[in-house]
Each structure stands twice: as structure tokens, then as C-alpha cells.
């Protein structure tokens, strides 16, 4: 088919490029609002793999009207307690259950549930993604966008969402710069079962001269465990999870891998793209903003600037055309914080020795400070957001 550019006939609405845990919300909110999407993926189907654990209470508040947050719920299991830790010595102890929420917790799930979770409620509203089928090619102009898919049909939308990722070809092909840089180590990052140590209702967060070290529950009696390493391994072993335990978890209680169940490496990049629209053509999630897994944002904040969206395209198709300006404004914002907000978590981990009783010391100390403790809770809760 031959690319209709400048024409007021359109296939859809919106065009969603990507079904992750992004694309999938944005998909199911607008699909909520009757609005009508395209959703393509260019895989065959989706990833069923773990990778983000953590939903945070504002993201199961925003998911509410969606009727996406007690499906989740029942699929997860819930944390009321994260602390940063030195060893055995607990220096930030962060309560979870007196947030003035409906969640008064930390939901860990894995990525693949939430993603089927959502997956389930797009089809239950009448939607379906088209899948294998990518963007290859992108035209806008001043009424829509012509996507060019890889089997040569092209598509007309009124807008075109880029929720394809990291690598987004809707940010390159609209030349917005990703501006940033790469943190000089990978991610170890494993699902396991583990024998003493860890405990099944908090998230702990180990700072040490080696690097930061994350046991957290998940469902099912397994932990999640992910660390910061100069050289990763591709495929983790029991070996490797053992010897980041022993080197910068509990020493007092040995925690021990009795089973790796999933294993991987990825390497984290902290890049903000200079605008979230150019046009008719917008950004958000991981296309928009990657950053370090410290304090477990990524996928939260990808999930709240899909619910934003949502909310704007709706008001910018019945006229107000002021309402994704306002969206790029309210969302990049909070993806900066997150990046700072890692950085200044990394640094403080791996403070070199000699200043690390003075870290302990004043993580202490201002851990005594209820208004301290409180701020964490709502920044790590994402109810700062609201
Ligand atoms: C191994 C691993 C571990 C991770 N662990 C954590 C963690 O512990 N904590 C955390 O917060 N985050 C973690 N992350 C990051 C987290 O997975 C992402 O933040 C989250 O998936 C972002 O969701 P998204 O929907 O924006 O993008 P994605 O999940 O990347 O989805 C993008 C989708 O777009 C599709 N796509 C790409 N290009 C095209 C195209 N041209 N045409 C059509 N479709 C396209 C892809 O197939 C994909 O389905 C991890 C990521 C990985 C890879």
C-alpha cells in the first residue's frame, strides 16, 4: 500500500508501537475511554520473563479505574517493609503500612504476570495486538502520522505513541534526542530460592564497598536478587548468586541458594529524551526514560506516564489542544527525579571504606528523623506522585 501522507483519512486514532507493561496500559486506558487504538509488537509474543518485580502503591492506585489492581493483587505477594542495609546492621528502616493508602505496601510480582494481568483486561474491553509487526518508518504532519510496518502496509493515525522501549524506533525516527549515559557495570540479576537470611516481607537493600545488593520476596517462596557487577555473567548460577550473598548480604544469618530458577544480565543506562512529542508523535516509558533499578521505578514510572497519556490524547481528540503539552511537562520531570534519585542511591552505596562509618552514622541519624523516614516512603511508594 502506498503511504498516504497529509491525508485526513484515518485507520485509528491512536497507534501504540509496543506491548509492554507501557504500551499495554496506555492501551487499556484508552481503550476504557473508547477511544480507538492500533497496538503492534514486533515480536511474536510477548517476553515471559520476571525482570521488573516491584509495583508500587501509587501504580496499583492509578491502575484502579482500570479494574487491573486486585487482579494483580491476588497474583502478588505483599512487602510492608524495605530497608537499607550494611551487612546485619539495618541503617534505614522504611515502614510501608501506615502510608495513607489503599496499598499500604510494595506489591512483588514479576513482569510477566503484570504484563498478563493487563493483556487480560485489554482483550476483556475488545482489544488485541497485532503482532509480529513492526514500525519501520514514521511521517507526521501537522493532522496525524503514516507509519510504514515491516509488511510494507502503512498505517494512519491522528497520533502515534512510542512505548517501543529503550531502543525505540519512534524516538529515532522522530530524532529526539536521548541524552545521558551508561553506568560502567552490568546487572546480575536472579530469581532463587534461597535457605535462611532473607526475610518474606521486606525489600532489602544492602549498601557495600562492592556495590549495592537487593533481596526482595517475590511469590511462591522464591527471592529476587539483583546486584551491580563489573563483568555480569549472561546465564547467573548458584555460584555467582552465593558469592554476592557472601560478600555483601547478611553475615550474621547466612542466606544460602538452594535453586536458581531465572537468570539474567542487562546493563542500565540513565538517558532522558530531550521532549516527549514532537508533533502528533509522542514518548513514554522506557522509550522515554531509562535508569538504574535502585528504588525499582523503571516499569512504575513507564505505567503512570501511560495512565497520563491516556488522559491527555483523550482531551487533546475532543479539542484541548494544550493537554500533551501538559502531559511532557507533568511526566519528564519525575523521570529526571528518578535518575537523580538512583545516582545519589549509588553513591552512597559504594562509598569508599574510609568514609563509610560516616555514611552509616548519618543514615542513622536521620533515620530517627520520622519526617525522613516518611519522605522515603512516599518517594519509594511513588506517592509523591500523585
Ligand atoms: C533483564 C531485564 C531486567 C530488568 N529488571 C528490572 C528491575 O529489576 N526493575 C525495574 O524497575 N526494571 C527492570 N527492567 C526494566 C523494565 O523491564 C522496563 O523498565 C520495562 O519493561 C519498560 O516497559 P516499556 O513497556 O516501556 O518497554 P518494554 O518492556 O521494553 O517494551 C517495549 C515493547 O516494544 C516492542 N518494540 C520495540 N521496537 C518495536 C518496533 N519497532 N515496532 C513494534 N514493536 C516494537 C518490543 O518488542 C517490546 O515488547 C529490566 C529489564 C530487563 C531487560
Redesign the pocket.
Known amino acids: 500500500m502506498k503511504p498516504i501522507f497529509g491525508s485526513d483519512a484515518f485507520d485509528t486514532d491512536v497507534l501504540i ?8 496500559t496506555l492501551a487499556t486506558a484508552l481503550a476504557a475511554r473508547g477511544v480507538p487504538t492500533v497496538v ?4 511474536r509474543e ?2 515471559n ?1 520476571s ?4 509495583v508500587h502503591a501509587r501504580t496499583l492506585e492509578a491502575l484502579e479505574p482500570l479494574a487491573v489492581t486486585q487482579p494483580l493483587v491476588e497474583r502478588g505477594l505483599r512487602a510492608q517493609r524495605f530497608s537499607i542495609r550494611d551487612r546485619d546492621r539495618v541503617l534505614v528502616p522504611i515502614a510501608f503500612d501506615r502510608l495513607p493508602t489503599r496499598y499500604p505496601y510494595t506489591l512483588m510480582v514479576s ?1 510477566a504476570v503484570t504484563e498478563q494481568v493487563l493483556l487480560e483486561r485489554f482483550a476483556q474491553l475488545g482489544g488485541r495486538v497485532r503482532r509480529p ?4 518508518g514514521l511521517h507526521h504532519d501537522a493532522h496525524g502520522a503514516t507509519a510504514e510496518l515491516d509488511d510494507g502496509s502503512c498505517l494512519r493515525a491522528r497520533y502515534v505513541v512510542g ?8 524516538r529515532e525516527l522522530s530524532h529526539i534526542a536521548f541524552r545521558g549515559g551508561s553506568y560502567g557495570e552490568s ?1 546480575l ?1 536472579a530469581d532463587v530460592r534461597l535457605r535462611g537470611g532473607a526475610p518474606r516481607d521486606e525489600v532489602a537493600l544492602y549498601f557495600s564497598p562492592q556495590g549495592m545488593l537487593v533481596v526482595a520476596p517475590l511469590p511462591d517462596g522464591v527471592h ?1 536478587v ?1 546486584a551491580p557487577l563489573e563483568q555480569a555473567p549472561e546465564q547467573p548460577g548458584a555460584d555467582d548468586v552465593q558469592a554476592l550473598l557472601d560478600a555483601r548480604g547478611p553475615q550474621r544469618e547466612r542466606a544460602s541458594v538452594a535453586e536458581v530458577l531465572w537468570g ?3 546493563r542500565v543506562h540513565h538517558r532522558v529524551a530531550d521532549t516527549y512529542r514532537a508533533g502528533r508523535v509522542l514518548l ?4 522515554a526514560h ?1 535508569h538504574s ?1 535502585a528504588g ?5 514510572v ?1 505505567i503512570l506516564d501511560a495512565v497520563a497519556l491516556a488522559a491527555a490524547l483523550g482531551r487533546a481528540l475532543a479539542g484541548d489542544a494544550a493537554a500533551l503539552d501538559a502531559y511532557v511537562s507533568a511526566r519528564r520531570p519525575v523521570a529526571q527525579q528518578v535518575v537523580s534519585f538512583a545516582d545519589v542511591l549509588t553513591r552512597l552505596a559504594t562509598v569508599r571504606p574510609a568514609l563509610r562509618g560516616a555514611r552509616n552514622a548519618l543514615l542513622r541519624t536521620l533515620s530517627r528523623l520520622p519526617a525522613f523516614r516518611r519522605r522515603l516512603a512516599w518517594r519509594l511508594s511513588g506517592l509523591v506522585y500523585r
Do not use: E, Y
Request: net charge positive; aromatic share 4%.
Open positions: 508501537v509496543g506491548a509492554g507493561p507501557t504500551g499495554l503492534i509488537d514486533r515480536l510477548g517476553h520473563t525482570r521488573a518485580a516491584v513482569q509487526c513492526a514500525l519501520v512505548c517501543d522501549g529503550m531502543h525505540s524506533a519512534v546487572f540479576l529476587r539483583v539474567s544480565r542487562f513514554a516509558g522506557d522509550a531509562v533499578p525499582g521505578q523503571g516499569m512504575n513507564g
